[in-house]
């Protein structure tokens, strides 16, 4: 094992940490517009209330250690996709100030339209780090020199966007799960009730993309086909998702939130490992493509990052985990709620 | 416009605007530690009452720290593209280390900071406190090393098409995109010549900011007669930092200086205004750069400037006219914010200080004095002063490293995203301008609404079902 595969794996450890903290986040955001009464919206708030900026410090630091690890990765993406990046940008804005400003005023209007910008800066996140991925698994045209070839619209294909809607089905689901947890009484009952329509819209969501990459992303299935052990992954994919109902059903919903968080992983892994070397594919000329080697720092920075990592993310994981068992169990309104 | 400026506006303004809110989760954060360790220390439930008015305000100010900070992270690689391939090896290491080792803290113990006054006891509630505060001094530090690196590149070389090259090399324009810096050692890149000045001189300008907001809104409370108790402790707490930092502002401030000169002389030159090389070279106190004749305008006090720089007479400054056309920043720009600094900083020491001394005569808190009126209403407009002294002071020190955007190594109009057209970055400015528009009139609209609230009962938002909502239910 090496520091450029240990990076590699450990900027998709951080990416998809954020997928699964900040995923939920921007589930809750989406789902709560459909919410009618106003306590009931401040629990959804709540909910995530005290998580959801140490959430999005994943993203950053992800973002961090892709700069740091691999310069020409970081550079690439950010200039070629330079225009949904900045839409992604301002929806985790508008997602960020609707938390802290919707609580300050009573005006219905005022309410109601933190929420429709809580709901559209979830949502456009949501979507846009879905067509993000899309674009990185299908590829990319890019240059000798590793620049984006392409246009806005290059980024617009049919393949991620149909990515772009299977992660908002995916982030629906795990908030849903999450609020599930979260919750008490009649509102638990009714978003219990949208646990498992959420799932099937995932589930053939992710069927139809599955589908396509089958058909037309190669290098992707080129790999699996190679190394057909990984398919046990995809098989515990199944069985992840499978048991959240099951829970749900039982009542365990901290289970069915685990086996959510699971589900995710397992997602990040399969497309890691479909991946690999590659981290920006080049289409149609795979010689131009950015891997894990090419588009990597020197030994000696990834080295130091390595250090840096060792001694931060378990002192970050010890806090971040003693941090929500300080906030586990229903949300209750209080004086300092949102 | 061309791409090149439109970029640099484009970071000029997102930063500016981003950086109104660190300072005051930095100077906050400290006076919050303050509070609530003086109430640990003494049990006296107003300073409780203290921590928690200004643990909203701290609120406020981290979110839309949050929001605008993130976006700071993605224009590197958004806008700057060939910049950041450039350092990636050096700069991208400082700002994932800002993310493991600050941002984490501050944003995962912010949740208890704000939530927690119930749920932990009060041991805990300081202890979270101090780990907000510490990281928010502690990102401070991991991006000062990165913009320091910048500003007086250490313990790296550059290589091209991965061969090390001579330090004195220039790479043809083709050359860039196989050009970097490669690191050769960790510590000499964070702890480069310029690293602990700037540091030193950026957290105290935070403190600044912070205690002035408190002695601000203090002022404001005893000019209206309300909160007498709150307002006084306050602002007692806010005059002490201030005191202690306005004088260390201009400690930090003139070894920064001496660093400048050191290691970049046309800024030096620039935010002095000085032309020719001399030895006994004036210290222009306040004026204009004529930069058609190359001469400044405005009173001057000979041999100052060698004095400060080098503790006598004989020391040499080396003027612009030394400097080739094309490696001089913007002089006028580079001497006006610096100078503006300098008069603030030295506004700020008069202003921390009178407040010191009616202090100690007593006459502070006495609303009959007109003395101390006068007193109050400075105080409650000079909490603009530190914040236009730390975006001037940036403005000098960014504007001043122009051409480059590594010293000596990479220029900044070599260092934009080759893929990234005008019309998009025009694109974002506007929306930029817009959101942050908005926000920053938000932002003051429900600050006043917080301060007019003021402490106590009020300050915790006490939920009260609003009217429509009831009526509807009917």
């Known amino acids: 094992m090496d520091l450029n595969l240990i990076w590699f794996l450990l900027v998709g450890i951080l990416f998809a940490g954020y997928a699964i903290l900040d995923g939920f986040d921007l589930g809750v955001g989406m789902l709560q517009l459909f919410i009618r009464d106003d306590r009931d919206t401040r629990i959804c708030y709540n909910a995530i209330g005290p998580v959801w900026d140490g959430n999005e410090v994943w993203l950053v630091t992800g973002g961090g250690a892709l700069f740091a690890a691999f310069p020409e990765v970081y550079a690439t993406v950010f200039s070629g996709f330079y225009t949904p990046f900045m839409l992604l940008l301002f929806a985790l804005i508008f997602r960020a100030v609707a938390i802290e400003f919707r609580s300050k005023e009573n005006w219905p209007f005022w309410r109601k339209g933190w929420d429709i910008g809580f709901f559209t800066g979830s949502f456009l996140a949501s979507f846009l780090i879905g067509v993000t991925m899309g674009n990185i698994a299908r590829g990319v045209p890019l240059d000798a020199d590793f620049e984006y070839a392409g246009t806005f619209f290059t980024l617009l294909n049919p393949y991620a966007l149909l990515m772009g809607l299977t992660t908002v089905a995916l982030f629906l689901m795990h908030g849903s799960i999450y609020l599930v947890m979260k919750t008490e009484g009649d509102l638990h009952d009714r978003i ?61 919903d901290f289970r069915a939130f685990l086996s959510s968080c699971a589900t995710m992983l397992l997602l990040m892994a399969l497309f890691g490992i479909g991946m690999f070397p590659n981290m920006v594919y080049s289409i149609p000329d795979p010689a131009n493509s950015l891997t894990a080697y090419n588009g990597a720092s020197t030994g000696k920075t990834l080295g130091i990052m390595l250090i840096i990592a060792i001694i931060g993310i378990p002192i970050v994981l010890a806090y971040t985990v003693s941090i929500y068992w300080i906030f586990r169990g229903k949300v209750k309104l209080g004086p300092d709620s949102y | 416009m061309d791409v090149e400026i439109l970029a640099r506006i484009q970071f000029a303004f997102t930063i500016a605007f981003h950086y109104i809110f660190p300072p005051l989760s930095i100077g906050l954060g400290l006076a919050l530690v303050i509070m609530e360790g003086l109430y640990l220390k003494t049990r006296d439930k107003a300073f409780h009452e203290m921590a928690r008015f200004w643990t909203k305000v701290f609120g406020l100010t981290f979110a839309i720290g949050v929001a605008s900070g993130i976006v700071m992270e993605f224009e590197f690689g958004t806008n700057w593209a060939t910049y950041s391939r450039f350092v990636g090896d050096i700069f991208g290491s400082a700002l994932a280390a800002e993310g493991i080792f600050a941002f984490f803290l501050e944003s995962g113990f912010l949740a208890i900071l704000l939530f927690g006054w119930d749920k932990v006891g009060k041991r805990l509630h300081f202890f979270s406190t101090c780990m907000v505060a510490f990281g928010a001094h502690f990102s401070a530090v991991w991006i000062i090393v990165a913009n320091s690196w910048q500003q007086t590149p250490a313990g790296s070389h550059l290589e091209v098409a991965g061969k090390v090259v001579p330090p004195d090399y220039v790479p043809t324009p083709g050359e860039w995109e196989q050009s970097r810096m490669v690191i050769d050692n960790f510590w000499e890149v ?131 006219n030394d400097i080739p056309a094309d490696l001089r920043p913007p002089v006028q720009a580079t001497f006006q914010f610096f100078h503006l600094m300098v008069a603030i900083g030295g506004l700020l020491i008069l202003i921390s200080f009178s407040g010191g001394f009616l202090w100690w005569r007593g006459t502070l808190w006495d609303a009959h004095s007109s003395l101390a009126r006068t007193y109050w209403w400075v105080a409650v407009f000079a909490v603009f002063l530190p914040q236009l002294a730390n975006q001037f002071g940036w403005f000098a020190a960014e504007i001043g490293r122009q051409p480059w955007i590594v010293w000596g190594f990479l220029k900044t109009s070599d260092g934009l995203s080759k893929v990234v057209s005008a019309n998009q970055v025009l694109g974002s400015l506007i929306g930029f301008m817009l959101i942050y528009g908005l926000l920053f009139f938000l932002f003051i609209y429900l600050l006043n609404k917080k301060i007019q609230n003021g402490p106590g009962e009020a300050s915790v938002g006490t939920y009260t079902e609003p009217e429509w909502l009831k009526n509807r239910d009917s």
């Open chain 1, 192 to 252: 219990r009730s949208w646990v498992n329509p959420l799932i099937i819209f995932f589930i053939i969501s992710y069927a139809i993309v599955t589908l396509a990459t089958l058909l037309y992303v190669e290098q992707i299935t080129d790999i699996l086909r190679q190394q057909p052990g990984f398919f046990a992954l995809a098989i515990l994919l199944l069985l992840a998702i499978a048991n959240i109902p099951r829970e749900i059903s039982k009542g365990r």
């Open chain 2, 190 to 320: 964070v702890f480069n010549p310029s690293t602990l000045d700037r540091l030193s001189h950026t957290v105290i300008g935070a403190w600044q900011a912070g205690a002035f907001l408190l002695i601000s809104v203090s002022a404001f409370y005893l000019l209206r007669g309300r909160h007498a108790g709150f307002a006084r402790r306050s602002m007692k707490i806010g005059l002490a930092i201030a005191m202690l930092s306005s004088v260390l502002s201009l400690l930090s401030g003139h070894s920064s200086a001496q660093v400048v000169a050191e290691h970049q002389p046309s800024k030096l030159a620039a935010m002095e205004g000085l032309h020719e090389t001399t030895t006994n070279a004036p210290l222009t106190l306040f004026g204009w750069v004529d930069e058609d004749t190359g001469r400044t305008i405005g009173p001057k006090i000979p041999g100052a400037l060698s004095i400060l720089v080098g503790g006598n007479r004989e020391t040499e400054i080396t003027g612009l």
